[in-house]
T-cell receptor
Framework: KAGVTQTPRYLIKTRGQQVTLSCSPI?????VSWYQQTPGQGLQFLFEYFSETQRNKGNFPGRFSGRQFSNSRSEMNVSTLELGDSALYLC??????????????FGAGTRLSVL | DAKTTQPPSMDCAEGRAANLPCNHSTISGNEYVYWYRQIHSQGPQYIIH???NNETNEMASLIITEDRKSSTLILPHATLRDTAVYYCIVRGPPLWRGGSEKLVFGKGMKLTVNP
């Protein structure tokens, strides 16, 4: 079974631009979460989606948004990029179904550099 | 979610057992203990989780004290590939039980396995 796939793997943008990152969960997984990892702040939770609905949101400004599609694929968008948005963005998926243990499986991440 | 405390780093000799401690003194009755690890610049990898009983899988064993205030992850025969940052995370029930699949990461503990 294929793992969590994130595209692109690397991205370079300039300040003020916007960016869209994509995540394809493991087949059958209906819950998708996003995390940001920086050297200073570590791994921080961004959002959690299940059945196309945002279930939880972390403490990030409104420039960070996301969505989930009917096939469980998810995208996150960052508008008006700032230098501090340079980070590794990680997507994780889990079954989310009744009886499942809630184990999240992570993708390899998208490394975003803002110049 | 309850806070966890881990030592910042630990060394272990290759082939020996690595015992990674974690304190979670404020854990509540419905919270689980999860362990993940992150090898440099990769996405975190699930290792094991438990509620109150000791657990074992092909990767590791998890020993939870009777009062549930601390736990130990055991890698029975550490290899160089086990060098990573290990995260001990306490989390409530999964989505289907009204909780969340999101993970709150602390700073983790850097395990270095030496030849």
């Amino acid at each position: 079974k294929a793992g969590v796939t994130q595209t692109p793997r690397y991205l370079i943008k300039t300040r003020g631009q916007q960016v869209t990152l994509s995540c394809s969960p493991i087949s059958g997984h209906r819950s998708v979460s996003w995390y940001q990892q920086t050297p200073g702040q570590g791994l921080q939770f961004l959002f959690e989606y299940f059945s196309e609905t945002q279930r939880n949101k972390g403490n990030f400004p409104g420039r960070f948004s996301g969505r989930q599609f009917s096939n469980s694929r998810s995208e996150m968008n960052v508008s008006t990029l700032e230098l501090g948005d340079s980070a590794l963005y990680l997507c994780a998926s889990s079954l989310g179904d009744r009886g499942s243990p809630g184990i999240q499986y992570f993708g390899a991440g998208t490394r975003l550099s803002v110049l | 979610d309850a806070k966890t405390t881990q030592p910042p780093s630990m060394d272990c000799a290759e082939g020996r057992a690595a015992n990674l401690p974690c304190n979670h003194s404020t854990i509540s009755g419905n919270e689980y203990v999860y362990w993940y690890r992150q090898i440099h610049s990769q996405g975190p990898q699930y290792i094991i989780h438990g509620l109150k009983n000791n657990e074992t899988n092909e990767m590791a064993s998890l020993i939870i004290t009777e009062d549930r205030k601390s736990s130990t992850l055991i890698l029975p025969h550490a290899t160089l590939r086990d060098t990573a940052v290990y995260y001990c995370i306490v989390r409530g029930p999964p989505l289907w039980r009204g909780g969340s699949e999101k993970l709150v990461f602390g700073k983790g503990m850097k395990l270095t396995v030496n030849p």
